[in-house]
């Protein structure tokens, strides 16, 4: 170790690599892994499935959920620590798609956390090597004990796994042990990490064991190699700032940056002082007190750090801020360095930690308002995956002579800062401090303030959706009664008064026709007003999306649901039940980040009420069963407050609805809806369903007669 007390090579006990995953519920150990990088940790997803109680092969991202994982510290104490997952690999089938129940291998299954660990970073990691087939490797159980190693040779390294061979004696890998290094001692270095084990076969009546048969498979495991670890992660730009090397010596940044540690620094006591200071900052030990570290040691460590230069720089910005300059202008041409310094890097992720879900599931949008010309980010579109590019991004060009530009990473967090309520003046608080220690203008960020609050504005616009509400209450005989209001973003304003007379199918839908041809949107909102037909739970499946106006003088028809988004809402269920208003209302709340729940077979309605009553992060649900339980659970769910419900009235399209729709974004649903009308119009075969759309929208008030007179006498 040098004057700076950096990361070790995996000397000493290799058990102590081993990363403990516990379970979020019930803190037991479900798997391992190991130290990544500074504040990395790699597992299997199915271990992080397993901490979160999810299906085990799971392929869905969980952007936003954490897991508790535990490290041993260079002292040998274990501390535990929260995680995220920063970049996801789902298990996946050779073919692609989901793995099968009965598969035994599979491809893909990696993740790699971001843990909320101290600033200076995690202990070591180990040293990382090849696979090669008749390496004798060893792993360990989660819990990282010493007496859970157990003994393995190597088979068939070749390409996405490998197969391991247990001795006859000692521990065996079984559960728990997934996600785990391979350790080789001959390399002195990890070659891969465990996935999966086979067990012996099982009666398929009773899953009861077999008698023992020497045909039988014994202590046969797989892994993945580090090389294709290795395959998997390079194209995300992890493994390069996960164990950077020393800098050549005729890195243009290390001699620029020695020059600089000579002038800023010209005694030795003024350079032990620097020295520790910055020590302190990155959480690594220091060397002697007396013996300050060379130039070339100095910049060496801000080259291998990837925090060190950041916290230099804040150290220097006081007392020196011309001195500050030259070390980020130098620093800037290396890759290595990051733009936050550990204790910004630490505030940003506890910033992070306390937003709403709701937020946090917005931040690519407000990666794409704040940098709508950026390409495609590597890695997903995570939190963690996000800021990890973010800080390697420059600037965004706007800045005049000298002056510096705002770094990326502080426009997009502007713009997350407009999202978050209450809590931005403190992710302002933040972005000041580093804006400052960057030597940035404050009029220079002041502007991309304006740009988020700016963009805030035109998403409060655009959520206003000029809409026509319809009631529609029955007359007998094919025949209905309507009121119809418009609302343009002020509320509904009644513009029909007949209450008594009745239409027929064409004539209500040339009637709301003549009230959307009256209205006019504003010019900027291309949309086409939506349509909310108001009505009680027996008119959930009347098919005000067919009717149609037919007027020989016209060149085409008129259908409502294929020109408009049409949707219903249903006031009376909600109104009766009026104890989970609260949860319509979070769950609306939630519509662009929460889950959807596809009924798929037939459910009592007690069924249903104890699968949703206090889901409240389940926003949508897709119902595809028979119509003699549909109705019962739409109106379930429509009861429970679930804001948005979809099915098929009809009996052949169901399926097809739900899958077609499955890829439309909740907030899209509408339009989607009118899509899918529009295409059965065009082409029944291609598109058998027939839509409904429940759109129960809790910003919006609907009006106060329906909610009191929800029928009209003859």
Known sequence: MGWFGTAGDGAGDPARHVVTVRGAENGRTVGAGFVLGGDTVLTCAHVVNAALDRPLLEARTPALDEVVVEIVDDAGGARRFFARVAHWIAPRAPGGGPVPPEAGEWLGDLAVLRVDGPPGGLPAGPRVTGMAAGQQV?????????????????????????????APTGMAVGPGYSGGPLWCGAEHAVVGLVVAHFMPPRRRDNGAPLPYSPQHLVRRSWGVPWQRVQDEL????????AAPTSPDPDDPALLLLTEAIEDIFPSPSSRVAGAQRLARSCGVGSGSAVTPPTPEEFATFLLTHPRALAALAGNLRRSAPQEADRVLAAGGLSRVPKLLSPQEHTALRKHL????????????EAVRAALPHL???????????????????????RAAGGERRVPA?????????????????????WADGVATRLGIERAALGERRSDAQEWMRALRARAARVRVLVQVNPAGQGRHRLRIWCDEGAGPRQVSTDSVRSYSAAEAAREVLRVLDSLTPPAEDERPPLVEVLVDRAGLNLPVDEWTVRDPDALVPGVLGVEFPLVVHCPELLRRHGRFTKHWRSRWNRLDSGKTFVVSETMDRDTIYSRL???????RVCVDVPPGTRDGIVQTCLALGIPVVVWDRGRDGAAHTV??????????????????????KASPPDYPGRPVLAWADADRTVPRLHLTEPQEST
């Not at 930690?353 to 690519?364: D, N, Q, T, Y």
Request: proline share 7%.
């Open 409 to 429: 990473l502080l426009r997009v967090m502007e713009y997350v800062g407009a999202l978050c309520g209450p809590r931005r003046a403190e992710l302002r608080l």
């Open 353 to 364: 930690r306390m937003m709403e879900p709701e937020v946090l599931a917005r931040f690519p």
């Open 613 to 619: 009553v206090n889901q409240l992060d389940t926003v």
């Open 234 to 241: 390079r194209p995300l730009g992890l493994l390069d700032s």
């Open 138 to 166: 060893v792993a360990w159980h989660g819990s990282a004990e010493a007496a859970t190693y157990a003994r393995l040779t190597v088979h068939e390294p070749v390409g996405a796994r490998a197969y391991l061979d247990g």
């Open 659 to 680: 899958r077609h729709l499955a890829e439309v974004a909740t907030r899209e649903m509408p339009d989607g809806v009118r899509d899918y009308r529009a295409g059965a």
């Open 375 to 397: 390409a495609a980010m590597p890695g997903g579109d995570t939190p963690e995956a996000l800021l990890d590019h973010l800080e390697a991004l420059p600037g965004d060009g």
